[in-house]
């Protein structure tokens, strides 16, 4: 796509690429993958020589659906990932949208590319941002790209196509080419167009995924700007505005705008408006309502040569900052900024650092740990200023910044530990963030997007989220400040927590009552609960509070009072105390997203006491075994559903029951059988990094498994050793040197030089640094770490002998 991807003025084809890279065995793994023509062409000879991790990363991963995926929506599920240029963190993500519409923006099967939006969000279950696509067209623009949007697009091939972290490009069959590479907060698009064609941009300032409710555009001598007004995640009322600027390095030949179907040669400015929608009372217009299909505007200008580049910036303030974004980040050519984010790529990707594994074990690896790194986002300009959600401007603190977009219910099981041990500094100011949020809307993040609260999913996962941040080592944040909202939020009426009167009363969220904001499925909002107050009381108790902590402790063990002793499930029960009739376990009735036979091992801090309520450890190991029989069976069938949340925690429950080879056993084969380097190689929904953090958590051979608390479990690690650098400072090594895809079972582990049977370490060990030397073998050892003196600890505090299902 660019000088770097040619040598002697030729090309470098997949052939020639692959057989300059079988030195370092990156080939065998790139010959294996139908997707990685685009990834070959991506890397350089240059970057395999000099041990470059981004090579070793494919962002086509997720965009397609993985065989036999099963979905709350029915039919195939994909990642939801995105393949374009991005930062870790960045608020600028550009890159393709495709005509098949798929959340992230791009389905690896639909070969039309509709624009190259600004803004995505990786693995959302919901169409989100996709905001500004920008689109190279050869041509004159005649009929509206509103109404005819299929004249704009264009086919493309993968073989034309390539990414990496930090850049996309693409030869479109239109003859244009486009390339982009990012900033935090900018970017930069070099278009390259048939010589003697016309050669046009069109800019969609309606073309955001979710559509808009307003936008606008204006166009200059050589600049570009405008705004949008968007939201409506999954059906929900949220709302934001984000602002463009963007810089031509030559001023336009002609331009022009439309809006409808309308097309005005020459126009600078063009607005679209939706109909004023009433507000709920039905006495007046809150918002507009989303502008109707084929009523969007947009801008469209043409370049008198065949190249242009052109330089955006992006604000959720205002035009003007999204100008001073761009002029303060984005300087100098194209492949210095490419260098310099390939640069902060290697940077994040080298706080883990793998030897041994194959090339398709080291591409799944470092493509899930670049995942998880890609949100929450950054959403201060470089001034500090951001929109607040009370719709005010606000500044953050000097020599911090403003995050946005926490998928809560996904991110606190895997990622935000994750972020917390490798990034503490921006994970504290996600925090804070976080609190700001609180300040300023009375609300803690659920499932936020921008600065509005979408109300997505159960629970109060900003509980758990701060605990976790905290237990990882993020603590430069306003803690005491963090732990008084969470206790508000838990104990009074508010939109987070709906039911949470009843909840406090009755010990549980009844089934036959229903309630404003609440998604749905009372026992799953109930299990949340208690989890969310385990980890109020685990935030409480580093913070000295033991009146909360007892307070929440107790609260945490009502899990006990939905289960039901007669059939051995958590089962939905009514306000009156009666269990729901007609009960089947593998039922999704009541239920989000899973069902009873799911959702019975989610009590993550408290396995003995769930161990005994199934009858022993006996007969949790073989409940175990039969739930395992599938890995990623979906909603209805009553086994595991490892491609969703809400059983990311159940494979490492053996450790608790005496048998941890079991644990090291079924991790395995999640690791190997539901993750790959294919563009379908995500088991479910990324959602924003959740399960690619939970296989770079089960590729270091441990998991943060109790909420708010940093002691991980243990299986084994994937690779021979392994070196992590976390962003305080220490240094954890892991040494496995048998370790293989075919050698998951421990038979010695030493920590720090001294054996150990523990299959779990204290929080003292990551939070401090240390060694670990394991012996594996391909033959499990079923004695090493089964002394229930050696089980990981459950916190029992809280529970009651005879519960209300007693």
């Given at each position: 796509?660019?000088?770097?991807?040619?040598?002697?003025?030729?090309?470098?084809?997949?052939?020639?690429?692959?057989?300059?890279?079988?030195?370092?065995?990156?080939?065998?793994?790139?010959?294996?993958?139908?997707l990685?023509?685009?990834?070959?062409?991506?890397?350089?000879?240059?970057?395999?020589?000099?041990?470059?991790?981004?090579?070793?990363?494919?962002?086509?991963?997720?965009?397609?659906?993985?065989?036999?995926t099963?979905?709350?929506?029915?039919?195939?599920?994909?990642?939801?990932?995105?393949?374009?240029?991005?930062l870790?963190?960045?608020?600028?993500?550009?890159?393709?949208?495709?005509?098949?519409?798929?959340?992230?923006?791009?389905?690896?099967?639909?070969?039309?590319?509709k624009?190259?939006?600004?803004?995505?969000?990786?693995?959302?279950?919901?169409?989100?941002?996709?905001?500004?696509?920008?689109?190279?067209?050869?041509?004159?623009?005649?009929?509206?790209?509103?109404?005819?949007?299929?004249?704009?697009?264009?086919?493309?091939?993968?073989?034309?196509?390539?990414a990496?972290?930090?850049?996309?490009?693409?030869?479109?069959?239109?003859?244009?080419?486009?390339?982009?590479?990012?900033?935090?907060?900018?970017?930069?698009?070099?278009?390259?167009?048939?010589?003697?064609?016309?050669?046009?941009?069109l800019?969609?300032?309606?073309?955001?995924?979710?559509?808009?409710?307003?936008?606008?555009?204006?166009?200059?001598?050589?600049?570009?700007?405008?705004?949008?007004?968007?939201?409506?995640?999954?059906?929900?009322?949220?709302?934001?505005?984000?602002?463009?600027?963007?810089?031509?390095?030559?001023?336009?030949?002609?331009?022009?705008?439309?809006?409808?179907?309308?097309?005005?040669?020459?126009?600078?400015?063009?607005?679209?408006?939706?109909?004023?929608?009433?507000?709920?009372?039905?006495?007046?217009?809150?918002?507009?309502?989303?502008?109707?299909?084929?009523?969007?505007?947009?801008?469209?200008?043409?370049?008198?040569?065949?190249?242009?580049?052109?330089?955006?910036?992006?604000?959720?303030?205002?035009?003007?900052?999204?100008?001073?974004?761009?002029?303060?980040?984005?300087?100098?050519?194209?492949?210095?900024?490419?260098?310099?984010?390939?640069?902060?790529?290697?940077?994040?990707?080298?706080t883990?650092?793998?030897?041994?594994?194959?090339?398709?074990?080291?591409?799944?690896?470092?493509?899930?740990?670049?995942?998880?790194?890609?949100?929450?986002?950054?959403?201060?300009?470089?001034?500090?200023?951001?929109?607040?959600?009370?719709?005010?401007?606000?500044?953050?603190?000097?020599?911090?910044e403003?995050?946005?977009?926490?998928?809560?219910?996904?991110?606190?099981?895997?990622?935000?530990?994750?972020?917390?041990?490798?990034?503490?500094?921006?994970?504290?100011?996600?925090?804070?963030?976080?609190?700001?949020?609180?300040?300023?809307?009375?609300?803690?993040?659920?499932?936020?997007?921008?600065?509005?609260?979408?109300?997505?999913?159960?629970?109060?996962p900003?509980?758990?989220?701060?605990?976790?941040?905290?237990?990882?080592?993020?603590?430069?944040?306003?803690?005491?400040?963090?732990?008084?909202?969470l206790?508000?939020?838990?104990?009074?009426?508010?939109?987070?927590?709906?039911?949470?009167?009843?909840?406090?009363?009755?010990?549980?969220?009844?089934?036959?009552?229903?309630?404003?904001?609440?998604?749905?499925?009372?026992?799953?909002?109930?299990?949340?609960?208690?989890?969310?107050?385990?980890?109020?009381?685990?935030?409480?108790?580093?913070?000295?509070?033991?009146?909360?902590w007892?307070?929440?402790?107790?609260?945490?063990?009502?899990?006990?009072?939905?289960?039901?002793?007669?059939?051995?499930?958590?089962?939905?029960?009514?306000?009156?105390?009666?269990?729901?009739?007609?009960?089947?376990?593998?039922?999704?009735?009541?239920?989000?997203?899973?069902?009873?036979?799911?959702?019975?091992?989610?009590?993550?801090?408290?396995?003995?006491?769930?161990?005994?309520?199934?009858?022993?450890?006996?007969?949790?190991?073989?409940?175990?075994?039969?739930?395992?029989t599938?890995?990623?069976?979906?909603l209805?069938?009553?086994?595991?559903?490892?491609?969703?949340?809400?059983?990311?925690?159940?494979?490492?429950?053996y450790?608790?029951?005496?048998?941890?080879?079991?644990?090291?056993?079924?991790?395995?084969?999640?690791?190997?059988?539901?993750y790959?380097?294919?563009?379908?190689?995500?088991?479910?929904?990324?959602?924003?990094?959740?399960?690619?953090?939970?296989?770079?958590?089960?590729?270091?051979?441990?998991?943060?498994?109790?909420?708010?608390?940093?002691?991980?479990?243990?299986?084994?690690?994937l690779?021979?050793?392994?070196?992590?650098?976390?962003?305080?400072?220490?240094?954890?090594?892991?040494?496995?040197?048998?370790?293989?895809?075919?050698?998951?079972?421990?038979?010695?582990?030493?920590?720090?030089?001294?054996?150990?049977?523990?299959?779990?370490l204290?929080?003292?060990?990551?939070?401090?640094?240390?060694?670990?030397?394991?012996?594996?073998?391909?033959?499990?050892?079923?004695?090493?770490?089964?002394?229930?003196?050696?089980?990981?600890?459950?916190?029992?505090?809280?529970?009651?002998?005879?519960?209300?299902?007693?």
């Amino acid at each position: 796509m660019s000088p770097e991807t040619q040598r002697g003025g030729a090309r470098i084809t997949r052939k020639t690429f692959l057989r300059g890279l079988a030195a370092t065995g990156v080939a065998a793994g790139l010959a294996q993958s139908p997707l990685t023509v685009g990834a070959a062409r991506a890397a350089t000879p240059r970057q395999a020589a000099d041990g470059d991790l981004t090579r070793h990363v494919n962002p086509f991963v997720g965009t397609e659906p993985q065989e036999g995926t099963p979905s709350v929506f029915g039919g195939p599920m994909a990642g939801n990932t995105f393949p374009g240029a991005d930062l870790p963190f960045g608020m600028v993500q550009w890159g393709p949208d495709t005509v098949k519409k798929q959340p992230g923006g791009y389905s690896w099967s639909d070969p039309h590319i509709k624009g190259f939006s600004l803004t995505h969000v990786s693995g959302g279950g919901c169409d989100s941002l996709g905001d500004f696509p920008f689109m190279p067209h050869v041509g004159a623009v005649t009929d509206s790209p509103a109404t005819s949007p299929e004249r704009y697009a264009s086919a493309f091939s993968h073989d034309r196509e390539s990414a990496s972290p930090g850049y996309y490009g693409v030869t479109l069959d239109s003859g244009a080419e486009a390339e982009f590479t990012v900033t935090r907060r900018s970017g930069t698009g070099r278009f390259t167009y048939p010589a003697g064609k016309t050669a046009t941009l069109l800019v969609d300032v309606s073309g955001s995924a979710a559509g808009v409710r307003a936008a606008e555009v204006r166009v200059g001598r050589d600049t570009l700007s405008g705004w949008a007004e968007s939201g409506m995640f999954c059906g929900a009322d949220n709302t934001y505005r984000v602002y463009f600027w963007a810089e031509s390095d030559q001023p336009f030949a002609s331009f022009g705008t439309w809006t409808g179907d309308t097309v005005r040669h020459g126009s600078t400015h063009a607005t679209s408006t939706g109909k004023p929608a009433a507000d709920k009372d039905g006495a007046g217009a809150s918002a507009c309502e989303p502008v109707a299909a084929g009523a969007g505007c947009g801008a469209f200008v043409t370049f008198a040569g065949s190249s242009a580049h052109l330089r955006v910036g992006i604000s959720f303030t205002s035009v003007d900052n999204a100008r001073e974004n761009l002029r303060a980040e984005n300087r100098g050519g194209f492949e210095r900024l490419r260098e310099q984010a390939r640069a902060e790529w290697n940077r994040r990707l080298g706080t883990i650092r793998v030897e041994g594994g194959t090339p398709e074990e080291l591409g799944t690896f470092y493509t899930a740990l670049y995942h998880s790194f890609l949100h929450p986002n950054l959403f201060s300009d470089v001034s500090g200023e951001y929109p607040g959600f009370d719709g005010k401007v606000h500044k953050a603190r000097p020599g911090h910044e403003q995050y946005a977009n926490y998928s809560g219910w996904d991110i606190y099981r895997s990622q935000i530990q994750l972020l917390a041990l490798l990034a503490p500094r921006e994970t504290s100011d996600m925090m804070q963030s976080m609190v700001n949020d609180y300040a300023q809307g009375g609300q803690l993040p659920k499932w936020s997007l921008a600065n509005a609260e979408t109300y997505i999913m159960v629970g109060d996962p900003a509980a758990p989220v701060f605990a976790d941040a905290y237990a990882f080592g993020a603590r430069d944040f306003d803690t005491h400040a963090a732990l008084a909202a969470l206790v508000e939020q838990a104990t009074k009426p508010n939109g987070i927590r709906p039911g949470i009167e009843d909840y406090q009363r009755l010990g549980y969220v009844p089934a036959d009552r229903k309630y404003e904001n609440n998604f749905y499925g009372a026992p799953s909002t109930s299990l949340e609960y208690n989890t969310a107050d385990f980890a109020v009381a685990e935030l409480a108790r580093q913070l000295g509070d033991g009146r909360t902590w007892r307070t929440f402790m107790k609260r945490s063990q009502y899990w006990q009072n939905l289960f039901d002793p007669d059939t051995g499930y958590i089962r939905p029960r009514n306000a009156d105390g009666s269990f729901v009739a007609d009960f089947d376990p593998a039922s999704g009735a009541n239920f989000v997203e899973g069902n009873a036979t799911q959702y019975t091992w989610m009590v993550p801090f408290n396995a003995e006491g769930l161990f005994d309520a199934l009858g022993g450890k006996a007969a949790a190991r073989g409940r175990l075994d039969t739930f395992f029989t599938e890995l990623n069976a979906g909603l209805d069938k009553p086994y595991a559903w490892l491609g969703n949340e809400p059983n990311l925690q159940v494979p490492w429950l053996y450790s608790y029951a005496g048998a941890p080879y079991r644990t090291q056993e079924v991790v395995r084969r999640a690791m190997t059988e539901l993750y790959t380097t294919e563009p379908g190689g995500l088991p479910g929904n990324d959602d924003l990094g959740t399960m690619s953090a939970w296989y770079v958590w089960a590729a270091l051979g441990m998991f943060p498994q109790v909420p708010g608390r940093a002691e991980v479990v243990l299986a084994s690690p994937l690779f021979r050793r392994i070196t992590v650098r976390a962003g305080a400072g220490q240094v954890i090594e892991i040494k496995a040197p048998r370790a293989s895809r075919d050698t998951p079972y421990v038979h010695r582990l030493s920590v720090d030089g001294r054996t150990s049977t523990k299959p779990w370490l204290p929080a003292s060990f990551l939070l401090g640094g240390g060694r670990l030397d394991y012996t594996l073998a391909p033959t499990a050892d079923e004695r090493w770490g089964s002394d229930p003196r050696d089980a990981p600890p459950s916190f029992r505090q809280g529970e009651v002998k005879k519960p209300l299902g007693g």
